[in-house]
């Protein structure tokens, strides 16, 4: 069974950095996308930042908004996956909750490719 799980939102201030964590479980993810979107409030899903890999070669994507500022990455504990997005430089319109979301091959930044997803974590950036 596959399990999502975010940490490492909170409340901060314009220009702070931040890094959430995603730990994954329920299978070796090899060419998988595993994504982080967010979702303010009144507006829809969108996303962030994804990355795919298939043990060979990892592929990065970047919203247009966040390219620069986060930085998408993963590390691998025997047979728990963590993916991290840090962000610096944050604004208040990076304001929202995130999610990280996981779907089997390169599918892209539509949120409605992925299978799974976690509970979210809350980013609120003051201004």
């Known amino acids: 069974q596959v399990q999502l799980v975010e940490s490492g939102g909170g409340l901060v201030q314009t220009g702070d950095s931040l890094r959430l964590s995603c730990e994954a479980s329920?299978?070796?993810?090899?060419?998988?996308?595993m994504g982080w979107f967010r979702q303010a409030p009144g507006k829809e899903r969108e996303f962030v930042a994804r990355?795919?890999?298939?043990?060979?070669?990892?592929?990065?994507?970047?919203a247009d908004s966040v390219r620069g500022r986060f930085t998408i990455s993963r590390d691998r504990d025997n047979a728990k996956y963590t993916m991290y997005l840090q962000m610096s430089s944050l604004k208040p319109e990076d304001t929202a909750a995130y999610y990280c979301?996981?779907?089997?091959?390169?599918?892209?930044?539509?949120?409605?490719?992925?299978?799974?997803w976690g509970q979210g974590t809350q980013v609120t950036v003051s201004s």
């Open positions: 979301a996981a779907g089997l091959g390169n599918i892209g930044s539509d949120p409605h490719q992925y299978d799974y």
């Open positions: 990355m795919w890999w298939n043990g060979a070669v990892t592929m990065t994507y970047y």
């Open positions: 329920g299978r070796a993810f090899v060419s998988y996308s």
